[in-house]
């Protein structure tokens, strides 16, 4: 295990931040559109004490993903949403005037999205949230696919709607194709990533999936029991970007924000370290959908402001924690997986336990944010 701290001042984010990541902790856009939405409710907190008890630790409550909306990922809160910001965006333009988010406000919508075309690369499930948001407002979704991704998955976007079509061997050469279309026929690319002008839909996208934490936020205020240590996956650090910048920004009390990547994917650790986003080698891993090389230019610059340390686990105890989490019924892959395990890891050498505070007070949050292969709602 690589272990990475970052030296972070956790309340000077709240200060520092500009105003684009302030804005994607002002959520109430988002809960009005999720309310629009007749698959949403809050996912399920719930403590595992055995589990707690078997890292010597004070309490460990799990955030499960593992049926958002009936579609089985985190992803689900994401994709939908920024097609919803950027139409409501579009509709506000041509009215002159706010558009009032309300269930009269869909065919106001349509009338904008019901030309237009979105597409996007997808490995997992961010291809059936783009598609559900274009579905919703009227639009057409084009999702690239690469080889490797099980023909189940493309069956299931063909029989709600998608154009799918099939595109290079692993998901940067899909990527590379879906942008080349967009461009070549001027649909709307929808990335979870970010780079250098390109930032409006990742940020919508951070903001969708900050719904996770609001929604923790929520319960633990009812308690008034908050965590100290928040474990948080990451691939191109969509997901873990888009809840550390909320916490930061919107939980009275602050944890130690931990991020947890596949060791032969840790592009996120590598940039940190680098001071400046790093391509890395991906040779492939177990925890497919966080085997990313390179890292969103947008989180990797929340996290080297907000994450208190970067660690990586293996492709074995990424396994391992899917075996105990099937047992306390918590069925999900090696990437829904990774944030428990990477917890696992860390209380597990005694010196990084030490110094993190994993200890009989440690009152730990990890999120599993996706069902296991083969169930009806995975990838």
């Not at 990541?21 to 055995?50: N, V």
């Not at 950027?86 to 030309?115: F, Q």
């Not at 290079?168 to 942008?179: K, V």
């Not at 899917?322 to 696992?344: M, R």
Request: glycine share 8%.
């Amino acid at each position: 295990m690589q272990c990475l701290e970052n030296a972070i001042d956790r309340h000077a984010w709240a200060n520092a931040a500009v105003e684009k990541f302030r804005a994607m902790a002002h959520l109430d856009d988002l809960r009005a559109y999720l309310d629009l939405c007749p698959a949403y409710k809050h996912t399920p907190l719930s403590g595992a004490p055995a589990l707690a008890a078997d890292l010597n630790i004070g309490r460990l409550l799990i955030k499960d993903e593992t049926d958002r909306m009936g579609l089985g990922s985190f992803k689900a809160l994401g994709g939908a949403y920024a097609i919803f910001d950027m139409l409501l965006s579009r509709a506000e333009h041509t009215h002159g005037a706010p558009v009032t988010v309300n269930a009269n406000m869909i065919e106001t919508l349509k009338s904008v999205g019901k030309d237009m075309v979105f597409c996007c690369a997808s490995a997992g499930n961010h291809g059936l949230s783009v598609l559900a948001g274009a579905n919703l407002f009227g639009a057409q979704a084009v999702i690239y696919l690469c080889e490797s991704v099980p023909d189940d998955f493309a069956k299931r976007l063909t029989a709600k709607g998608a154009e799918v079509r099939r595109e290079g061997a692993d998901y940067d050469a899909s990527m590379d194709a879906a942008h080349a279309a967009c461009d070549a026929h001027g649909w709307a690319l929808v990335s979870d990533s970010s780079w250098a002008g390109y930032e409006e839909f990742p940020l919508a996208i951070m903001k969708g999936y900050a719904a996770m934490t609001d929604e923790v936020a929520a319960q633990y205020s009812e308690t008034g029991q908050w965590p100290t240590h928040v474990f948080l996956q990451a691939g191109v650090g969509g997901l873990a970007g888009g809840l550390a910048n909320h916490i930061r920004l919107a939980w009275p009390q602050q944890p130690s924000i931990i991020i947890v990547e596949p060791e032969k994917a840790a592009c996120l650790l590598e940039s940190i370290r680098a001071g400046a986003i790093t391509q890395v080698d991906a040779p492939g891993t177990n925890m497919g959908r966080l085997d990313c090389a390179e890292a969103s230019m947008l989180a990797f610059e929340i996290l080297r402001n907000t994450a208190d340390a970067f660690i990586t686990i293996s492709d074995e105890e990424a396994e391992r924690a899917v075996d105990t989490l099937k047992a306390v019924e918590l069925a999900t892959t090696p990437s829904g997986g990774a944030g428990y395990a990477g917890l696992v890891a860390l209380s597990q050498d005694g010196d990084l336990r030490r110094r993190f505070g994993i200890d009989e007070n440690a009152h730990c949050l990890c999120f599993v944010t996706e069902c296991a292969l083969g169930k009806p709602n995975s990838n």
